[in-house]
C-alpha cells in the first residue's frame, strides 16, 4: 500500500525549535510582568497618580510641540501664550508660594512682590525680574527664586545682618556692616548696638571696624564714634569717657593699642578722667571735670595767703620803726 507523504509539513527539529521559543517567550513576559509589579511595589505613589504623570508628560510633550510649529511658522509669542495656557490647564501655574530664610525683615515685605505671581502659568514667569524686585529690599542681600512644580513659587532670602546705629537729624537708622540702611528704629531698638554720627560716617564703617580689631578688648566698651571733620575718629566709652584719636588709619590704630595697654595696667576707664586726647604722638592729655577750678581755686587761695602775709609783714615793719614813748619816771629825793 502506497504511503502518502505531505511536503511543507513541520519536522521534528522545527516542531521542537518552535516549542522552545514559545516556553522562552512565555517565561519571558511572566518575568517582565512580576519586575514591573515589583517596580509599582516600589514606587512612592499608585498607578492613578503614574497615570496623571504620564498624562502631564504628554500634554507637555503637546506643549512643547505646539511652541516648536508656532515658532517655525514665525510666530514665537503666540507659542508661548499656547504653551502657557497649555501648562496651565496641565496644572503648573502658582497656586502656593513658600519664603524661606527670612528671620529678622517684614515678611509681608516679601509677600508683596511674590503674589503678584499667583495664577500665573509657570513658563510665564519672570524669575530674573521678581528676584530683581527682591534685591530692592533694604533687609535683602541676595535673592534666588525657582520653580517647584507643578504649583510652587519657592524664594530663599539672604538677610542683611544689623551692625550699628547711624545717628543723623535727630533720627536713628539700622545699618548693616557696610552701612547699607536697613530701618529706622526707635531708640529702644538700638539700646546696646553701636552709635555712629558725624558726616561721612556711614561710609567709614568698615574702616572703624578694622580700627576697633587692633584692640579686641577695648572694642566691646566703645558706645559711640563719631567722625569728626572727615578725617579722625572720637570714641566715647560705655562709661561715657571719650577718647579724641588722631588722623591716619595707623597712628589711629596705634593709638587705640596705646590706650588698651595703659587701661590694663592703670583702669583708666571708670577712673576720674573725662577725656583723653591722643592727638598728639609723643604725650596724652586727660581733663578731670572739676579739676581746674580746683586748681584755680588753690591758686587764688595761695594768692590771698601770700597776700596776707605781706600786709602783715609790713605792718609788722612799720610797727617796729615807730619812735617809743617816753615814760616819766618819779625822781627820789
Excluded: C
Aim: charged letters at 25%.
Amino acid at each position: 500500500m502506497a504511503q502518502t507523504i505531505r511536503r511543507g509539513g513541520k519536522g521534528v527539529r522545527r516542531a521542537a525549535q518552535a516549542s522552545g521559543t514559545k516556553r522562552k517567550v512565555t517565561a519571558a513576559r511572566r518575568q517582565t510582568g512580576s519586575v514591573i509589579d515589583m517596580i509599582m511595589r516600589w514606587m512612592p505613589f499608585s498607578e492613578e497618580t503614574l497615570h496623571k504623570i504620564a498624562m502631564t508628560a504628554i500634554l507637555g510633550g503637546a506643549a512643547v510641540l505646539a511652541w516648536i510649529v508656532a515658532s517655525m511658522a514665525g510666530l514665537p509669542v503666540l507659542a508661548e501664550a499656547e504653551m502657557a495656557l497649555i501648562a496651565s490647564k496641565s496644572g503648573f501655574e502658582v497656586k502656593r508660594v513658600e519664603v524661606r530664610g527670612v528671620n529678622r525683615m517684614n515678611e509681608l515685605k516679601i509677600y508683596e512682590k511674590v503674589l503678584g505671581q499667583r495664577d500665573q502659568a509657570m513658563p510665564r514667569l519672570d524669575i530674573a525680574g521678581l528676584r530683581a524686585q527682591l534685591l530692592e529690599l533694604s533687609w535683602v542681600k541676595d535673592a534666588r527664586v525657582s520653580r517647584q512644580l507643578p504649583d510652587t513659587l519657592v524664594v530663599d532670602v539672604i538677610e542683611r545682618n544689623p551692625h550699628a546705629v547711624l545717628k543723623a537729624d535727630g533720627k536713628l537708622t539700622l545699618i548693616d556692616e557696610t552701612g547699607h540702611p536697613l530701618e529706622a528704629v526707635t531708640p529702644a531698638r538700638a539700646r546696646g548696638l553701636l552709635v555712629l554720627s558725624g558726616s561721612g560716617s556711614a561710609a567709614r564703617v568698615p574702616d572703624l571696624a578694622k580700627l576697633l580689631d587692633a584692640a579686641p578688648a577695648i572694642r566691646l566698651q566703645v558706645a559711640e564714634a563719631e567722625w569728626i571733620g572727615n578725617r579722625r575718629w572720637n570714641l566715647t566709652f560705655k562709661t561715657r569717657q571719650i577718647l579724641a584719636l588722631p588722623e591716619g588709619e595707623t597712628e589711629a590704630a596705634s593709638a587705640l593699642l596705646t590706650f588698651a595697654r595703659m587701661d590694663g595696667v592703670d583702669r583708666l576707664l571708670g577712673g576720674k578722667v573725662a577725656s583723653f586726647d591722643m592727638r598728639s604722638a609723643d604725650r596724652i592729655y586727660m581733663r578731670v571735670p572739676g579739676r581746674a577750678d580746683a586748681l584755680a581755686a588753690s591758686a587764688h587761695a595761695a594768692a590771698d595767703a601770700k597776700a596776707e602775709a605781706k600786709t602783715e609783714s609790713a605792718r609788722s615793719a612799720v610797727a617796729s620803726a615807730a619812735p617809743k614813748p617816753v615814760t616819766a619816771k618819779t625822781a627820789q629825793d
